[in-house]
């Protein structure tokens, strides 16, 4: 089997309500759909959602890198030669996102010829996934309403808050607010995206040690070293590296350097194929891991709930799955679900993506 064609379609699908946090928004989900082709009639299919505050990719700049670069680089070979595939991606540095969703389309594509689903062949590990919401930037008790909404309807009870505003007390009071709002019982942890410095971190986390964290990812930025490293020394819960450690050798610097102790992984910029070197790297250190969202649409939410599903590691705290909810729409012939607070793993070969083609021609945006 060989591939014939990559298809990098951009698409836009507005958020009914948008996501803020320290170092972005997303009120658009202008995301890149990707489509293999096959000589075999097999298509597999991923998206590339871009952030260009996390990795400076645009949508423009997704579609320009794969049309022009990377689908001559793979056009010919097997899917199965991955190790080849990614060398030749890798000759291009950069580009998370667009190298993710078309490793992702690519087992996809062996997940049906092997007639398997990409959970059985990655690890097999269980059938679904717990999901963690995202709670973005709103006054306290919006942010409380809106995650009592969220257990409600969806039975979802870990909730990652975004923090890093200034003064951090608007954070402290919001996350004590969730805390009073949702009872102990609920799981809270926080993301600052790099938004205080570190002197700031350590005051925030002091001042909400009596509301029961699990977890602290990226408060300040890994690039002020000798702060960071100062923070996570004194930090009393699990430090978690998201947009610092976003391929193998960062990943590798951020833990033995002291930068962090807990790793993100995110589907939509490792792949299948990066995020499975990523988390073996993370069991051979024991660091806890988290299943991170890159505010995926529902496609990228299948491949990472596949992934996830498909290892202990991951599948052991709820993954962040459910940032699709406030989109006002997607392209799937079949929704997401979140059902008990969960999500079902596809039980179909491949990853179980099937296109609306109303949807998809509604929001194409090259047509
Ligand atoms: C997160 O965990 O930081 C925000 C930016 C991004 O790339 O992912 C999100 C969520
Ligand atoms: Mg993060």
């Not at 803020?20 to 989900?29: D, I, N, V, Y």
Request: one cysteine or more; a negative charge.
């Amino acid at each position: 089997m060989k591939i014939t064609q990559v298809d990098a379609i951009p698409f836009a699908i507005p958020y009914r309500k948008p996501l803020k946090f320290a170092s972005g928004e997303a009120r658009t989900a202008d995301h890149v759909l990707v489509r293999v082709h096959t000589d075999e009639g097999l298509v597999g299919v991923a998206e590339a959602p871009p952030r260009p505050y996390t990795y400076g990719e645009t949508q423009r700049s997704i579609v320009a890198v794969l049309e022009s670069i990377f689908a001559p680089a793979v056009v010919g070979l097997s899917p199965l030669r991955r190790e080849v595939v990614h060398e030749r991606l890798d000759r291009t540095i950069g580009n998370p996102a667009a190298k993710a969703a078309l490793d992702m389309a690519l087992w996809d594509i062996i997940g049906q010829a092997a007639g398997r689903s990409v959970t059985e062949l990655l690890g097999g590990w269980t059938d679904r996934m717990r999901v963690a919401h995202m709670v973005g930037f709103a006054p306290p008790e919006q942010m409380v309403a809106e995650a009592q909404r969220v257990r409600e309807e969806h039975g979802i009870t870990t909730f990652k808050v975004k923090v890093g505003r200034r003064p951090h007390t608007l954070d402290v009071r919001a996350c004590r607010a969730l805390r009073e709002g949702l009872g102990e019982e609920v799981e809270l942890y926080v993301d600052g995206n790099r938004g205080w410095t570190a002197s700031e971190s350590a005051r925030a986390l002091r001042e909400m040690d009596d509301l029961g964290l699990t977890l602290a990812e990226e408060l300040c930025p890994a690039d002020d070293v000798l702060g960071r490293r100062w923070l996570v020394e004194r930090s009393p819960i699990p430090f978690v590296a998201d947009e610092s450690a976003t391929r193998p050798g960062e990943v590798t610097r951020e833990l033995l350097s002291g930068a962090a102790n807990a790793i993100s992984i995110k589907t939509a910029r490792t792949g299948f194929s990066t995020s499975q070197r990523v988390l073996h790297q993370c069991e051979g250190l024991g660091v806890e891991v988290v299943l991170g969202n890159q505010i995926d649409g529902q496609i990228g939410t299948v491949c990472s709930a596949a992934f996830g599903a498909a290892h202990r590691h991951t599948a052991r705290r709820a993954g962040e799955l459910s940032n699709f909810l406030d989109m006002s729409d997607d392209l799937l012939a079949e929704p997401v679900r979140i059902t008990g607070g969960t999500v079902a793993v596809r039980q179909v070969p491949g990853l179980g993506i099937e296109l609306d083609p109303d949807k998809l021609a509604r929001y194409r945006q090259d047509t």
